[in-house]
């Protein structure tokens, strides 16, 4: 069961593509994502792109060089701020 409250009802809602859990009775406890389209979970989180969206964008630079020149310098800036950390 996990960290649900026993024997307390759960609502479910939708709202932009995301599915949201919160208790009937337990207004001080909000909602929370259970699920949805991932593109809108992804955003909901705070992500940039869901992974679909990541292997379209990678996709495309094998078709536009400017996006593929972009990417290339996008990876190399995360190659080097990885090593710093």
Do not use: F
Not at 20 to 39: L, M, T
Request: aromatic share 10%.
């Amino acid at each position: 069961m996990g960290d649900l409250i026993p024997n307390e009802t759960l609502i479910y809602e939708r709202a932009d593509g995301i599915v949201y859990a919160r208790y009937a009775n337990k207004p001080e406890i909000k909602r929370w994502i259970i699920g949805g389209d991932p593109g809108a979970v992804a955003r909901a989180q705070g992500e940039l792109l869901d992974y679909s969206e990541w292997k379209m964008l990678c996709n495309l630079c094998e078709e536009h060089p400017i996006l593929k020149k972009q990417m290339d310098k996008l990876v190399t800036t995360y190659y080097i701020i990885k090593e710093n950390n």
